[in-house]
């Protein structure tokens, strides 16, 4: 059973991903994590959407901004975009 849902966790994770790339690409605007978390279509904690734009960084899917905003908690958060569209705003 622990390797189970070891599977539908990771699963869950890179759904996450698609998604989060699907709402940078459609967009095709600079995005904060908090402005994904609130175009993403359910409930998720910041802390996975943090951790989804991470990872597509890491992959060059999408591309940081020196740019920030003041998030909701008040600490600067970064914008990022999806890399077709990195000529678009940079």
């Given at each position: 059973?622990?390797?189970?849902?070891?599977?539908?966790?990771?699963?869950?994770?890179?759904?996450?991903?698609?998604?989060?790339?699907?709402?940078?690409?459609g967009t095709r605007q600079i995005l904060t994590p908090s402005d994904v978390l609130d175009l993403y279509p359910s409930k998720v904690p910041i802390t996975s959407i943090r951790r989804a734009i991470t990872q597509l960084?890491?992959?060059?899917?999408?591309?940081?901004?020196?740019?920030?905003?003041?998030?909701?908690?008040?600490r600067p958060e970064h914008y990022w975009i999806h890399k077709d569209y990195e000529h678009l705003t940079f």
């Open positions: 059973m622990g390797e189970e849902l070891k599977i539908k966790c990771e699963l869950n994770a890179i759904n996450q991903e698609n998604g989060i790339e699907l709402i940078y690409r960084t890491k992959k060059g899917i999408l591309i940081q901004s020196n740019m920030t905003k003041e998030s909701e908690w008040g």
